[in-house]
């Protein structure tokens, strides 16, 4: 088993931070490793506490009176200089229950109201996004959507567009677009389901 040796905080940034470890692979070899963290210092890192909580939440929701289109967001990412579809997401803030982060982050980046779904924790435990790069993890919160869109409460390096998308637009965005991994699997269901949510019930 790999070992580390040592760790320094490289950035001190609100949103993500860069840590650079001293590590001895499982053949005693050394060398450098680089993770970045939603972890503001050191003490924070999962590596450092050994405990798994949601940095964030990423939110599946259907709209519409037959709950037919699934609410998505084409959103402008500096890391790829451009638009990508996603689910809405967003951080949970200290103290927060995801679910509550849930109803906050769908209201600030879309206007809509959600209505979260009980479901069994096995499908909204944290899960890890790129384990390769970061050891962020992010809950998934899944629900009916309603209201009117509203950019309202976006922020200012917030560029989001609001799409309800069917079936068809679904195939289409999955053909022709950028789209985060996560939502992609999400969507593949989407598109084979008479139920999307079918998965939920039992555990």
């Keep these: 088993m790999g070992k580390i040796r040592k760790i320094e ?5 609100r ?8 590590i001895e ?4 070899k050394t060398g450098e490793y680089y993770v970045a963290s939603r972890a503001k210092t ?5 590596l450092s506490t050994k405990k ?3 940095d964030g939440v990423i939110i599946y929701s259907l709209y519409g009176e037959k709950r037919d289109r699934v609410v998505l967001i084409r959103q402008y990412r500096y890391a790829i200089d451009n638009y990508i579809y996603e689910f809405p997401a967003g951080l949970v803030e ?3 229950d995801y679910h509550d982060s849930a109803v906050r982050e769908m209201r600030e980046e879309t ?3 959600l209505h979260p779904l009980k479901v069994d924790t096995i499908y909204e435990k944290p899960y890890y996004t790129t384990i390769g790069m970061t050891d962020e993890c992010c809950t998934t ?3 009916y959507a309603d209201g009117e869109v509203s950019a309202d409460a976006l922020e200012d390096g917030e560029e989001i567009e609001v799409v309800f998308a069917d079936r068809d637009e679904v195939r289409r965005i999955l053909r022709e677009e950028r789209v985060a991994v996560v939502c992609s699997y999400m969507l593949m269901h989407f598109l084979r389901d008479e139920d999307p949510f079918a998965f939920l019930i039992g555990g």
Excluded at 9 to 13: D, I, L, P, R, V
Excluded at 25 to 28: E, H, I
Excluded at 42 to 46: G, I, S, W
């Design 94 to 96: 200290p103290g927060e």
């Design 9 to 13: 905080q490289a950035t001190h940034n």
């Design 42 to 46: 050191m003490d924070q890192l999962e």
């Design 52 to 54: 798994q909580s949601p």
């Design 111 to 113: 206007g809509l109201s």
């Design 141 to 143: 919160v899944y629900g």
């Design 25 to 28: 692979n499982r053949v005693g």
């Design 15 to 22: 949103f993500v931070n860069l840590y650079n470890l001293e």
